[in-house]
């Protein structure tokens, strides 16, 4: 056919053709690594987001919640201070059952007993 096609430039074209055709392979490798860190990334990224999108959201809420909890605790106080008797005294034996029952109930939520409050004690009545 022609000429200049020797066995020796055929077996150099095939050494080239296939030193082209690793680099390719290696380059799509490279290229489809990549894309895989890529995508966790990308991954990663967005459920970034959620968790922020949620953490907002919550703290909203917590802000909202707030702000309605200290304006009912102003309305009842108000309410509270208004009341027929708000100014008279409270009586100091029922100031103290009220004490003995607050220790009572926090002494409970800790797990032990009230050593201030015998347990024979009885309120009055």
Do not use: C
């Amino acid at each position: 056919m022609f000429p200049f096609f020797t066995p020796r430039l055929l077996v150099i074209a095939g050494v080239i053709a296939a030193f082209l055709a690793v680099l390719g392979g290696l380059y799509v490798k490279g290229r489809s690594d990549q894309a895989a860190r890529d995508k966790a990334a990308v991954a990663a990224s967005r459920e970034q987001a959620r968790v922020s999108d949620v953490t907002a959201k919550a703290i909203d809420t917590f802000h909202t919640e707030t702000i309605v909890i200290r304006e009912r605790e102003a309305r009842n106080v108000a309410a509270v201070q208004k009341a027929p008797g708000a100014d008279t005294p409270i009586d100091p034996d029922l100031l103290r059952v009220w004490r003995d029952g607050l220790r009572d109930i926090e002494a409970s939520a800790r797990g032990g007993d009230n050593p201030a409050k015998p347990a024979d004690t009885v309120p009055p009545t």
